[in-house]
């Protein structure tokens, strides 16, 4: 950023200065310039004139095309003279390269003045574009580093609180050293979840993790998610369906692990914040080159503010409640790049108290 805005205070500065020089300059040497011109054409007609001994009308028709010729020469070199050194500044610092006199020339049938402002203009939109995207990934970057410090710190402290007591006495203590052990280990796992997500997150934003293409069945891998989740919707009296719409025989080219990934980050974050006795259903369409998949809940739903930020890293609509269920808030950032490396797209829809759903599409295997 810091390049940018000083190119952008340098341009400025720098058009305004020569503005100011030129404007003050460029039309006086230009009005000098065509008066010596008309002084020494007007010098040769009167030697043609008087020496040579033509008739004034002969004179007069060999002066005045030659005189009109001349004379729109020097005016044209002078004035594109003139816009040259107007506009090379300005290309040079919006486009990074310096205009010859001849393709200014070729443009003096046009307006280059509007021309070159709206391309000015077009320059400024791009800088200051330029300036607000940097701005808002400085401040991502900020919020990232905030969250992984705050994410990392918290299982960190925990781990060293429950051996400070133990240290201090509670290992003799068979209740107490059991208990902390337990979540000591708890917090351990935590840790190495979230540095495994983290690592992952970065093998698919470089490109260095490949998806391992194979066909296979959509409806048995959903129902594989199905059988691993079904305790823990249970646990919250969830139901887990299919769809209506459903074809057994359906077929996807796709990386197999990463989409059950996918499917299971899904579905677990529907139980997670889903509402005692609801639903949880995933359905897929045939959309003839590619499957619909629409994993749908009747959960406490997304407020409509928080759904662009729903797929950043570590973001939490709800944090505390995100926190007890053991979630790293890297879940449905995963989801998303794991997608779009398959070259497909994610969306979500939610409403707040009605629940949420979201849908992705995959290869179809004709």
């Not at 200014?104 to 049938?109: F, G, L």
């Not at 320059?123 to 995207?133: D, F, L, T």
Request: hydrophobic share 40%; proline share 2%; aromatic share 12%.
């Amino acid at each position: 950023m810091p390049d940018v805005a000083w190119r952008y205070y340098f341009s400025v500065n720098f058009e305004h200065n020569n503005d100011s020089y030129m404007k003050s300059i460029a039309p006086q040497r230009i009005a000098g310039y065509i008066t010596i011109s008309f002084l020494v054409m007007s010098l040769a007609f009167f030697v043609v004139n008087t020496f040579l001994g033509f008739s004034l009308t002969i004179s007069l028709l060999i002066s005045v095309p030659l005189f009109t010729a001349t004379t729109y020469y020097l005016v044209n070199y002078f004035i594109n003279s003139y816009i040259y050194a107007k506009i090379k500044p300005i290309y040079r610092t919006i486009r990074n390269f310096k205009p010859s006199l001849k393709e200014v020339s070729d443009r003096a049938n046009e307006d280059i003045f509007t021309e070159v402002n709206k391309e000015v203009a077009d320059w400024m939109k791009g800088q200051i574009q330029e300036i607000q995207q940097l701005r808002q990934l400085e401040q991502y970057r900020k919020e990232y580093l905030g969250n992984v410090s705050h994410e990392l710190k918290t299982p960190i402290f925990n781990i060293q609180g429950y051996i400070l007591t133990l240290l201090d006495g509670g290992m003799d203590d068979p209740k107490i050293n059991q208990l902390y052990l337990q979540r000591t280990e708890k917090s351990i796992d935590r840790m190495i979840s979230i540095i495994s997500d983290l690592e992952a997150i970065s093998k698919l934003e470089s490109g260095e993790l490949e998806m391992q293409y194979e066909h296979f069945s959509l409806y048995n891998l959903i129902e594989d998610v199905f059988d691993l989740q079904e305790i823990r919707a249970k646990q919250r009296n969830i139901k887990l369906r299919f769809g209506r719409s459903c074809d057994r025989t359906t077929l996807v080219n796709a990386d197999k692990t990463r989409i059950f990934q996918v499917l299971s980050n899904l579905v677990v974050n529907s139980i997670n914040y889903g509402t005692e006795g609801g639903t949880t259903t995933v359905s897929f369409y045939d959309m003839d080159k590619v499957v619909l998949v629409q994993v749908r809940d009747t959960g406490i739903g997304i407020p409509t503010a928080e759904l662009p930020r729903i797929f950043e890293r570590f973001y939490r609509v709800d944090k505390s409640r995100s926190r007890e269920q053991g979630g790293t808030g890297l879940g449905l950032a995963i989801v998303k790049h794991i997608i779009e490396a398959h070259k497909q797209t994610i969306n979500v829809n939610s409403t707040a108290g009605k629940g949420t759903s979201f849908t992705f599409t995959l290869e179809k295997v004709n």
